[in-house]
């Protein structure tokens, strides 16, 4: 079983940036694939970005550009770096994690990030 926390997550104005941690409770070098998900009030949990070892990232149309994914491994981290925030971009986001072709496997519990327009 993997344990993933969040950290990072507030009330930012639009235009501003968020960094979303993930930290998982095994070295971040077991698991292959990690990344973000968000779900909106009323809306489904969609894939924000992803990142696979070691370093291939994939990412939304809606974040592209304003949203980077990386691993800090010596951190034992993965990180969210979100700019030029919208207010489309309010959502829970979600760290996620899997291995061996199993997406997702695991799941945090969630972090709010609230863009005040």
């Known amino acids: 079983q993997v344990q993933l926390v969040e950290s990072g997550g507030g009330l930012v104005q639009a235009g501003g940036s968020l960094r979303l941690s993930c930290a998982p409770s095994?070295?971040?070098?077991?698991?292959?694939?990690l990344g973000w998900y968000r779900q909106a009030p009323g809306k489904q949990r969609e894939l924000v970005a992803t990142?696979?070892?070691?370093?291939?990232?994939n990412y939304a149309d809606s974040v592209k550009g304003r949203f980077t994914i990386s691993r800090d491994n010596p951190k034992n981290t993965v990180i969210l770096q979100m700019t030029s925030l919208k207010p489309e971009d309010t959502a829970v986001y979600y760290c996620?994690?899997?291995?061996?072709?199993?997406?997702?496997?695991?799941w945090g519990q969630g972090t709010q990030v609230t863009v005040s327009s």
């Open positions: 990142i696979t070892f070691p370093r291939r990232t």
């Open positions: 095994v070295s971040i070098f077991s698991i292959d694939d």
């Open positions: 996620a994690a899997g291995s061996g072709g199993r997406w997702p496997d695991y």
